[in-house]
């Protein structure tokens, strides 16, 4: 079987081998990778792959995207999640059921990818001879999600810029109590919206990319989205009864997750509906119903790490519900630049919405699904999960059958402010992770401004 080769959904560049893809992250035309053709896995495969461990469906599933001789790491990347099944089911009704993608370093779904883009990361580094300064803005969960994954490995070092005093203390021990000569966190006094500038000005300036090698992890990075079709394929494989069909909900920032279950449904897998649960930034929500997709302000809410209005894997979907229409996907991105949002084809939308449906979650709403959670079974939830489970809920109104999986994205004890307003009981951090208020923190505070921060970087990996 020869090797999956990636093109861009700008039509820019084509035949890129995973590593190049990997190391990448966006295609030079601005676009994003994508394969050139869905890999499958056959009938047999998957009867095999029932009941399979993590591990084991990710050995079968990697291979297919990255190619067969390149190291994928599946029997050792997720060794740190704290439960033995790494990604666990939990029923919740009769036709019902979590996913709880909770137990890995940091207590959030960002882990799964994470945990397997550390070592593949510093795999495909020491082969290219190269090594890496990633530059990271966080507002909350991606930072201590990346700082687990590349702590100590070699070829890599990060450096992550989080906004001074504006996240809350878990979030911020999450990044800052790991110790490791190759990872730095920066406090910058300023807002999240500062640290992103501050990143997009580093890789602007190009005699500085090239001095430090500079690179990102972010959300559209390919290798993050098969990553997070592992857990898609054993849920669906274990819940599928008959031959028949699991629907998920996703509460969805941006469009990473959930296009990540689109992908398994293409590998053959029995994913059924695929429910975009957003909160009250709710572009996706405005565009599946309106076709008209445009970024309105930032509204704060409970689920931070869902306060986004671009949601910058969308466009791989575009992509691909236009029939690979890369002509369209640049004029739609270009007017999205120019003149502040776009009109989805009328054949684009539905085609987008035979497959997958949205709803809006406001904060009430959000609130009110911890509360009743809580009451009826004793489980304490976080917001971004509560306002998957309410999506849900609507869809099943909405008239889906059988079962539906809502992805828990986030443990309670991550936002445990949110949790106890809305159930009075304030949740605990789980065993693995108890000591986190006991660890010495390690960051250093810099000013917003762009030759301070590069001065730090410099002077802190000694380059
Ligand atoms: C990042 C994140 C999401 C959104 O995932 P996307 O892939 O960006 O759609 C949802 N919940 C939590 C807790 C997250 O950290």
């Known amino acids: 079987m020869p090797d999956m080769r990636y093109r861009s959904t700008r039509g820019g560049v084509t035949g890129q081998s995973f590593a190049d893809v990997l190391l990448a992250g966006l295609a030079p035309d601005g676009g994003l990778f994508v394969p050139e053709t869905y890999p499958s896995l056959s009938p047999a495969r998957l009867e095999d792959l029932a009941g399979a461990s993590f591990a084991d469906a990710a050995a079968a599933v990697l291979p297919l995207f990255i190619g067969q001789d390149t190291p994928h790491f599946a029997d050792t990347a997720w060794d740190r999640f704290a439960h033995p099944a790494t990604t666990p089911l939990v029923q919740m009704g009769a036709d019902d059921f979590l996913l709880e993608l909770v137990h890995g ?29 990633i530059v990271c803005a966080t507002s909350g969960d991606t930072g201590g999600a990346a700082v687990e994954a590349m702590a100590g490995r070699q070829a890599t070092r990060l450096c992550v810029l989080h906004p001074e005093n504006r996240i809350s203390e878990v979030q911020r021990r999450f990044m800052t109590t790991v110790a490791a000569d190759n990872v ?37 990075n390919w290798a993050r ?26 509460p969805t920032g941006n469009f990473g997750d959930i296009l990540a279950g689109w ?10 509906h695929l429910i975009v649960a957003t909160n009250e930034n709710d572009i996706l929500t405005r565009c599946l119903s309106t076709g008209s997709y445009r970024p ?29 229409d890369a002509d369209l996907v640049r004029h739609l991105m270009h007017q999205l630049k120019t003149e502040g949002g776009f009109d989805v084809p009328t054949q684009v939308l539905s085609t987008i ?44 109104q909405a008239g889906l059958q059988g079962p539906i999986v809502t992805l828990s994205t986030a443990h309670a004890a991550k936002f445990p402010a949110a949790v106890e307003a809305a159930t009075g009981v304030a949740p605990t951090l789980p065993p693995h992770v108890r000591d986190l208020f006991g660890r010495p923190e390690h960051m250093i505070s810099v000013d917003a401004e762009l030759e301070a921060v590069k001065g730090q970087i410099l002077h802190s990996f000694a380059l």
């Open 263 to 272: 992908v398994a449904k293409r590998l053959g897998a029995p994913v059924g």
């Open 184 to 220: 730095m966190n920066l406090a910058v006094r300023g807002t999240f919206d500062d640290c992103q500038s501050l990143v997009k000005a580093m890789f602007a300036d190009e005699t500085f990319r090239h001095q430090v090698g500079l690179g990102a992890v972010n959300s559209i």
């Open 225 to 250: 989205i098969i990553a997070q079709t592992i857990y898609y394929v054993t849920s669906s494989l274990t819940l599928s009864r008959q031959g028949g069909v699991v629907h998920y909900a996703v």
């Open 353 to 396: 919405t035979e497959e997958f449906s949205a709803y809006r979650v406001d904060e009430e709403a959000t609130a009110d699904k911890m509360a009743t959670v809580f009451a009826q079974s004793g489980r304490l939830i976080d917001p971004h999960t509560a306002i998957g489970l309410a999506a849900a809920e609507r869809g099943r």
């Open 105 to 133: 370093p940091t207590l959030a779904f960002k882990d799964v990818a994470m945990q397997w883009l550390g070592p593949m990361f510093s795999d495909g580094l020491a082969k290219a001879g190269r090594q890496m300064t």
């Open 296 to 324: 309105d302000r930032v509204v704060e809410t409970q689920s931070p790490s869902m306060d986004i209005q671009v949601s910058s894997n969308f466009e791989r979907l575009l992509f691909e519900a236009s029939g690979g």
